[in-house]
C-alpha cells in the first residue's frame, strides 16, 4: 500500500518518506537517463544532461541530486524548513551544485504530476527554482493545494509572461515527457519514494534535515 510515513531513524530522530511511484503513465515519454541501481549508501552512477535542473557552482565538484514530488508533504517541508539552510552554506557559497530532478508519486498524488509539467513552464522563461520554491510554500502537511488556477496564479506572481505560460499550462501535454525524463531515471535507480536524496551518487531516501544533509556533503568535500 503507497502512503507517506513518518519514519524512525535513530538516536530520537524522525524521517518521511512517500511512496510508491510505478515509474509510467500520466502520457509520459522518454527513455531512461540517469544512473543504475545501487542500495542506500552508495554505487550509484548519476548521469547530469543538459536538460536537468542545476543551481549552484557548475564546476562544484560535489553534486547533489534530489528526486522529488510537489505534493509530497516531507519533500515540502524539506524545501521550506531544510533548503534554505543547504542554499545559504554551499549552493550560494559555490561549494556544490544541487540537481533537482521530477518523481511525481502518481498514485497518491494526484497534483503532483500537473504541478511538476507547471513548473517546466516557468523554467522556460528562466524561473524554474523561483517557482518550485513558490509550490512548495502552498503545500501543506496533508497534501497541497495546486489547482490549476494557482499554478497559473504563481506564474503572474513571479512576473512572468502569463500569456506564454497559459498557453503552456494547464495541461501541460509539451512538458509530459521532460517529467517522464526524470522518473525513467529514477526509476533506474530503483526508486520508490520522495524524497531521495543522492551526494556523490550516496544515497539518503526519506527527509532529511539540514543538519543530517550538511554532515554527508562536508564529507564529500574533504574527499571521503
Do not use: W
Given at each position: ?8 531513524v ?46 549552484g ?76 520554491d ?91
Amino acid at each position: 500500500m503507497s502512503a507517506c510515513l513518518l519514519l524512525l531513524v535513530g538516536m530520537g530522530q524522525t524521517g518521511g518518506l512517500c511512496g510508491i511511484n510505478t515509474g509510467g503513465g500520466n502520457n509520459g515519454g522518454g527513455g531512461n537517463n540517469g544512473g543504475g541501481g545501487g542500495n542506500n549508501g552508495g554505487g550509484n552512477t548519476i548521469n547530469l544532461l543538459a536538460s536537468d535542473h542545476i543551481i549552484g557552482n557548475p564546476n562544484a565538484t560535489v553534486v547533489v541530486v534530489e528526486y522529488s514530488d510537489f505534493q509530497c508533504p516531507f519533500c515540502g517541508r524539506f524545501a521550506r524548513q531544510e533548503y534554505p539552510t543547504i542554499k545559504q552554506n554551499y549552493i550560494d557559497t559555490g561549494k556544490i551544485r544541487f540537481v533537482f530532478r521530477h518523481f511525481p508519486l502518481r498514485n497518491i498524488h494526484n497534483r503532483a504530476e500537473a504541478a511538476a509539467r507547471a513548473t517546466e513552464c516557468a523554467h522556460d522563461q528562466g524561473k524554474f527554482f523561483e517557482y518550485h520554491d513558490l509550490v512548495f510554500q502552498t503545500t501543506d502537511a496533508n497534501g497541497a493545494i495546486l489547482t490549476d488556477a494557482q499554478l497559473q496564479a504563481h506564474a503572474a506572481t513571479l512576473g512572468l509572461n502569463t500569456t506564454t505560460f497559459n498557453a503552456c499550462f494547464p495541461p501541460g501535454d509539451s512538458k509530459a515527457a521532460r517529467v517522464q525524463q526524470d522518473v525513467n531515471s529514477g526509476t533506474a535507480l530503483s526508486l520508490t519514494g520522495t524524497p531521495t536524496f543522492f551526494v556523490n551518487g550516496q544515497r539518503l531516501s526519506g527527509f532529511q534535515t539540514a543538519a543530517e544533509l550538511s554532515a554527508v556533503i562536508d564529507q564529500k568535500l574533504a574527499g571521503n
